[in-house]
């Protein structure tokens, strides 16, 4: 009822993305009473299947699962509720002239399969991936607890026998590193990654997150899509106690004298609570929740500053027929082996999108991570069709030229262009498609700036630092007030950890105070 007051929450989560379920889970399992709000009409956020296109089942916005956390999927009883496939090849790699590289889950399959395709280049390859090993070995014990200071993760390089390891990572860069490894320029392109510029020292720091050791069998296409994971979460949650509520918009947060008092509603009902966390970014949770004069000027200016500079695209296309890889695999080639796709040419590739997107504009030619569940999870779309998704890097949040909204049509249209340059039936094939600009990410998702880990993954915003040097990770200057979304340590993807490590404090901090 409008203008109602309602009590009998120890804890409101604002928003169900997978973070917001994860701290729901833990916070209702230790005996509190937990209510979770969400705005949207499902649970998940960017963790979500959606019926884009009449028929067509999309994973929105996160497409594979990879790094959740082993306590997290123990815990939540997920193993019986969500099934995992992993595609083989895990990547395959396209190139223009018809070549392709296939990246297994075997290492020593992948080193022959590289061999082949540029002779002499698997040579590197053990080197290459056992630096990985050490860089995922280095953050694992990190994860699950307050972020680690430098000298921790100095000791911890010592301890793995790499005394160099966090000052490498911290000072090197993606681009020089992969050269130094690999000779031939295609093989750069499947081995380049980085968060943004490949150039900028510090960039492999975003790669040793994504080299935590995984759970076994946890990495891969869940059946149903990446909301299916949500859903199992959303009933864990329940099953401990938690309530979950969606079509339910939260106007702002509520502070008294002691610190977070409950939230408003939009229908501006009230809901009173001790403790209030926010799975939304920390710009969006401070500056949009929180009421001007609660909080220090000077704290708000560094939540301003917080670095977003790094938006995407993804495009939903609905075929009516799987995609022809033929050129690359043979005419009866398995449609599974094209479950997951990368379009990366070279180094220069790389550098090229991202200078784009720092001068204001859509890559002129991005890079495209291409995927599609319909080989391995046929009910995601109509018999003999495929529902494809791309993630496209990158795209400037606010372009120079132009709306979002004006430059929607011309660069999907590309895009499907660029596509077609490797999948040659994509355009002929196409019924529909989807066009997720970073403004639509924002607004249908709460990223900010269509970022899709609440803050930039680069130096200086890892670790102590996420979100800022001084920010209290997930505390904040209100007390009871906390954050467990991406924008907290350890960082974005579908770990669970931002959650976890959410929980995990506001016990302590309760423990503490009942002391």
């Known amino acids: 009822m409008r203008g109602s007051t309602r009590t009998g929450a ?20 230790a005996g509190l009473r937990v209510q979770v709000l969400e705005a949207r009409s499902l649970v ?46 895990t990547v395959l790699r396209l190139y223009p002239d018809g070549r392709a590289l296939k990246q297994w889950s075997d290492l ?109 069998d946890w990495a891969g296409l869940p059946v149903g899509g990446m909301g299916a994971l949500a859903s199992a979460m959303a009933e864990a949650a329940a099953g401990a106690g938690a309530e979950i509520t969606t079509d339910a918009s939260v106007k702002r947060i509520l502070v008294g004298d002691r610190g977070a008092a409950g939230v408003e509603l939009g229908d501006g009902s009230r809901l009173d609570a001790g403790i209030v966390v926010s799975n939304l970014s920390p710009r969006a949770t401070y500056t949009r929740l929180v009421d001007p004069g609660v909080l220090d000027p000077s704290f708000l200016g560094r939540v301003e500053g917080i670095s977003s500079t790094i ?59 291409l995927g599609t569940h319909t080989a391995l999870d046929p009910a995601s779309a109509p018999p003999g069709g495929h529902a494809v998704s791309a993630l496209v890097l990158y795209a ?7 709306t979002w909204d004006e430059l929607r049509t011309p660069v999907a249209e590309d895009l499907i262009d660029r596509i077609t340059e490797y999948v040659p039936n994509f ?3 196409l019924v529909d498609y989807v066009l997720f600009t970073p403004a639509d990410l924002e607004q249908r998702l709460g990223m900010p700036d269509g970022d899709i880990h609440h803050g930039d993954h680069l130096p200086g915003q890892f670790f102590t630092g996420r979100p800022f040097p001084g920010s209290g ?14 924008g907290t340590h350890p960082g974005g993807e579908v770990t669970g950890a931002p959650g976890y490590n959410c929980a995990a404090a506001i016990l302590a901090d309760r423990n503490d105070g009942a002391r």
């Open 10 to 29: 120890d804890v409101v989560i604002v928003g169900a993305g997978h973070n917001g379920l994860v701290a729901a889970f833990y916070l209702a399992r």
């Open 44 to 89: 998940g956020g960017a963790v979500a299947t959606e019926e884009l296109i009449d028929g067509f089942r999309f994973s929105t916005c996160a497409f594979r699962l990879w790094g959740l956390q082993r306590p997290v999927i123990r815990d939540m009883g997920l193993a019986g509720r969500v099934t995992i496939r992993m595609p083989e090849p």
């Open 108 to 216: 020593g399959r992948t080193a022959a399969d590289l061999e082949s395709f540029a002779a002499g280049s698997s040579a590197r390859l053990t080197d290459w991936s056992a630096l990985w090993e050490r860089a995922g070995a280095l953050y694992e014990p990190f994860v699950l607890r307050e972020p680690p200071s430098e000298s921790e993760l100095r000791a911890r390089s010592a301890l793995l026998g790499d005394p160099d390891l966090y000052d490498t990572l911290r000072t090197a860069d993606m681009a020089s590193l992969v050269r130094d490894h690999f000779a031939d320029e295609a093989v750069q392109g499947a081995y380049i990654a980085a968060p943004a510029d490949p150039r900028q020292p510090g960039s492999p720091l975003e790669i040793a997150w994504a080299s935590v050791p995984l759970e076994p």
């Open 311 to 369: 938006g995407y695209l993804k495009l939903h296309a609905a075929l009516r027929e799987p995609m022809d890889l033929s050129r690359y695999l043979g005419p009866d080639h398995d449609p599974a082996a094209g479950s997951y796709m990368r379009i990366t040419r070279s180094i220069d590739h790389y550098i090229s999108a991202w200078e784009d997107c720092a001068a204001g504009r859509p890559a002129r030619d991005p890079v495209i991570q």
């Open 396 to 402: 400037p949040p606010v372009p120079e030229n132009g």
């Open 427 to 429: 355009r002929r094939a």
């Open 473 to 486: 990770g997930w505390r904040s200057p209100v007390a009871g007030l906390y954050l467990c979304g991406a």
